[in-house]
Structure formats: structure tokens, C-alpha cells
């Protein structure tokens, strides 16, 4: 079946730091992938997508490449900020099926 | 911005007993769906629903769950006889169209079953 694995946190950076959060699926079909947030007591709220192979999702400065050889789609971003602090998912909908994989999710600590 | 909205963030309920989520999707949408995230683990895709009726489903949704969406605007996810293990956050989501790149998540419901 399908699955996502992201990288255990809490991943705690200093502001203007580099991040990467890793993650890698495995799928039967030719999934699209997508990286959701979850701010404190808020919904998870679409962050980038990626539909097809070497396609390049961004948004508020993140970007994630869909790598169809090494089956990842890691997230990066050059320098982050306090406001960024919040708990990332890597997820993934397959051919055919309206349901979205979700992987464990990686929090993320800003500090000033 | 348009919000799916959810009531109540949380509830706490007697094991055994039944318990109905709620959630308003956005008006104009026409998917909707619930999933759960038990604390610490993923977040898990329970059921999706079309033309008012279910278009799929996960192993996790038996025979204990039930959803309808009984008036137009609410969408329902009913547990008949809770157990402990039914104590996640659900959260509740809604899509306009037949891609999955628009989904808009409600802020969840905390249920605990004690």
C-alpha cells in the first residue's frame, strides 16, 4: 500500500537558518505529493504541491522537488523564521483514489 | 477566507456511548472527508463522500462509524458505541473539485473517550 515517511522531530533551528525536513513514499501508482501545516490550534492548511516528476512546488519561500528516482520530496527552506514554527506533513494522493496518505509529521522549532 | 468549520474542539464521552462530530465544509464544495490522528501517530484518512454518499472508505471506518450529511450544509461523523482507542483528533475537510490540490481542513475535534 501506500506510505510517507518524514523525518522524527523536533527539528529546533536558530531564525535565518537552512531547513530541510525529509521525506519519501512509497506508492503503486503515479502519486501527487504535497506538504501540509499545522499551525497551534488551527487545521492543516496546504502548503505546496508537486503533481508529477521534477515538478518544483513553492510557496512562502519553501520549496519541495518531487523526485521520482530517489522517491522524495523533501522540503527546504533558505531561512526561516519564528513564524514558521509548526508541525509539517508530508503527504501523498495516489492514481485513482481521492484519499491523502499523510506521513507522521515533523515539528518545527524557531527560535530567535 | 472561506473555513470548514468544526464543533465542538473537543469532547469528552463515556466509552460505549455514541457521539456525533460536526462539521460545516465550505458552501460550495461538493467532496468531503474525514480523517483522524490518534495523538502521536499519523494523521489517518477515515472516509470520503460525493452525491451524498460514501465514495470511499479506509479499513479504520466499520461498521461503528456512520457519516451524512442530513441538511446541506452539515456534514456528520457519528461513532455508535465509543471505545477507548476511538480517542483522536478528527478533522474534518471539504474539496470543490475532483483534483485533491484544494483540500481545506477544519481545526479538528479532540475526542477523548474515557
Known amino acids: 500500500g501506500d506510505s510517507v515517511t518524514q523525518m522524527e522531530g523536533p527539528v529546533t533551528l536558530s531564525e535565518e537558518a537552512f531547513l530541510t525536513i525529509n521525506c519519501t513514499y512509497t506508492a503503486t501508482g503515479y502519486p501527487s505529493l504535497f506538504w501540509y501545516v499545522q499551525y497551534p490550534g488551527e487545521g492543516l492548511q496546504l502548503l505546496l504541491k508537486a503533481t508529477k516528476a521534477d515538478d518544483k512546488g513553492s510557496n512562502k519561500g519553501f520549496e519541495a522537488t518531487y523526485r521520482k528516482e530517489t522517491t522524495s520530496f523533501h522540503l527546504e527552506k533558505g531561512s526561516v523564521q519564528v513564524s514558521d514554527s509548526a508541525v509539517y506533513f508530508c503527504a501523498l494522493s495516489d492514481t485513482g483514489r481521492r484519499a491523502l496518505t499523510f506521513g507522521s509529521g515533523t515539528r518545527l522549532q524557531v527560535q530567535p | 477566507e472561506p473555513e470548514v468549520t468544526q464543533t465542538p474542539s473537543h469532547q469528552v464521552t463515556q466509552m460505549g456511548q455514541e457521539v456525533i462530530l460536526r462539521c460545516v465544509p465550505i458552501s460550495n464544495h461538493l467532496y468531503f472527508y474525514w480523517y483522524r490522528q490518534i495523538l502521536g501517530q499519523k494523521v489517518e484518512f477515515l472516509v470520503s463522500?460525493?452525491?451524498?454518499?460514501?465514495?470511499?472508505k479506509s479499513e479504520i471506518f466499520d461498521d461503528q462509524f456512520s457519516v451524512e450529511r442530513p441538511d446541506g450544509s452539515n456534514f456528520t461523523l457519528k461513532i455508535r458505541s465509543t471505545k477507548l482507542e476511538d480517542s483522536a483528533m478528527y478533522f474534518c475537510?471539504?474539496?470543490?473539485?475532483?483534483?485533491?490540490?484544494?483540500?481545506?481542513f477544519g481545526s479538528g475535534t479532540r475526542l477523548t473517550v474515557v
Open positions: 475537510a471539504s474539496t470543490g473539485d475532483q483534483t485533491n490540490y484544494g483540500y481545506t
Open positions: 463522500f460525493y452525491n451524498n454518499e460514501i465514495s470511499e
